[in-house]
């Protein structure tokens, strides 16, 4: 399976832009990026996935370097909401991924 | 339901008995995966269902963890004779194939 890393921990000021970078050096031509991101007590949830252009969604944006080695999700204007952990993860578009395979993430703090 | 539902939401049992977690998936999607998460750890993969295929078992921790799915809809995980370590949240989640996961708010088991 393709890997992921991500750091451990950031810490961001509210409302300013959060970026949260992911290795993928592994990464295979068929692999979507995906993140998703756990709030305390909560079932994780879909952020925004891509698989070589950048993307945007109402409450991300994601971007892709040109080699798809590494990505960056962008959380524009950081709220105590979106204290959580960050999970980057690789989706084979031929069904070479089923699992979703979940890393340890980076743990996101908002200081407000 | 809009969305995943398990049950029950919090089980407490003793050691040695038997426990069933059920989850309802969203209407229609083909594919749903159990993780269980122990405390302050990531998500660890347990068994995935997809359609008719055989499901993919290669999570479970012993032979003492089955689930079952269902009409191609509901799923229950079965721990025998539980342990103390299998103390845990146990999530489910469900997809379209190789689309969004969405994940179920989660069972919290203890064993005592």
């Known amino acids: 399976d393709a890997k992921t890393t991500q750091p451990n921990s950031m810490e961001s000021n509210e409302e300013e832009p959060v970026h949260l970078p992911c290795n993928h050096s592994t990464i295979s031509g068929t692999d979507y990026i995906h993140w998703y991101r756990q709030l305390p007590s909560q079932g994780p949830e879909y952020v925004i996935h891509?698989?070589?252009s950048n993307v945007n969604n109402r409450m991300a944006s994601l971007a892709i370097a040109e080699d798809r080695k590494s990505s960056t999700l962008i959380l524009h204007r950081a709220t105590l909401r979106d204290a959580a952990v960050y999970y980057c993860i690789l989706r084979d578009v031929n069904f070479g991924n089923e699992k979703l395979t979940f890393g340890t993430g980076t743990r996101l703090t908002i200081i407000p | 339901g809009a969305g995943v539902s398990q049950s029950p939401s919090n089980k407490v049992t003793e050691k040695g008995k038997d426990v069933e977690l059920r989850c309802d998936p969203i209407s229609g999607h083909t594919a749903l995966y159990w993780y269980r998460q122990s405390l302050g750890q990531g998500l660890e993969f347990l068994i995935y269902f997809q359609g008719n295929s055989a499901p993919d078992k290669s999570g479970l921790p012993s032979d003492r963890f089955s689930a079952e799915r269902t009409g191609g809809s509901v799923s229950t995980l079965t721990i025998q004779r539980t342990q103390q370590e299998d103390s845990a949240v146990y999530l489910c989640?469900?997809?379209?194939?190789?689309?969004?996961?969405?994940f179920g708010q989660g069972t919290r088991l203890t064993v005592v």
């Open positions: 891509g698989l070589t």
């Open positions: 989640a469900s997809s379209l194939r190789q689309g969004v996961a969405f």
